[in-house]
């Protein structure tokens, strides 16, 4: 079984990936599942059946994608098409509403059930930069979330 816990402040959405041999449709064999909903401090199995034991799934490989509801996200070079609804399809599948996270590789091995812990210092930074400018100058706001406090920032 794969498990989760959200030691995270706000609330997340958890997409899993998997090798399946019945997606024979595509070039990857694998399927995802989400969103799977954990508040703060939750802490949880995922209810896949074919993932009941993780040895017997015929790979090594797994990934995942997780966003918070304050726009933090666990994310990687691995990319995948999901739509915003619940899913669980063949990655060959598609729908005109999907986007494209990337998806976080783990690797488990010779274990039944694996649980990741989703903690602060272990999100994929994100930063946003915007300017404006106007008659007296202009200024830039940047924000950035997944990043330790610091006591200074310096703009080059």
Same mark, same amino acid.
Request: charged share 15%; glycine share 10%.
């Given at each position: ?7 995270? %402040?706000?609330?997340? =959405?958890?997409? +899993? *990936?998997?090798? /399946? ?5 595509? !070039? &990857?064999?694998? %399927?995802?599942?989400? =969103?799977?909903? +954990? *508040?703060?401090? /939750? ?5 896949? !059946? &074919? ?106």
């Amino acid at each position: 079984m794969i498990g989760f816990a959200n030691h995270y %402040r706000a609330q997340v =959405w958890i997409a +899993f *990936q998997w090798f /399946d041999p019945n997606c024979q449709g595509g !070039s &990857e064999p694998f %399927r995802t599942e989400g =969103w799977f909903n +954990f *508040q703060p401090g /939750d802490s949880s199995w995922l209810n896949i !059946s &074919e993932l009941a034991d993780l040895r017997r799934v015929g790979s090594t490989h797994f990934y995942y994608y997780v966003e918070a509801a304050d726009g933090a996200v666990w994310a990687g070079p691995y990319v995948t098409n999901c739509p915003s609804s619940a899913f669980n399809w063949c990655n060959y599948q598609n729908d005109p509403s999907t986007r494209a996270p990337g998806f976080r590789e783990i690797i488990i091995s010779n274990t039944p059930d694996y649980s990741i812990n989703l903690i602060p210092g272990d999100l994929q930074p994100t930063i946003q930069v915007s300017t404006e400018k106007n008659q007296e100058g202009g200024w830039v706001t940047v924000t950035g979330n997944g990043y330790a406090s610091v006591g200074r920032l310096h703009l080059c």
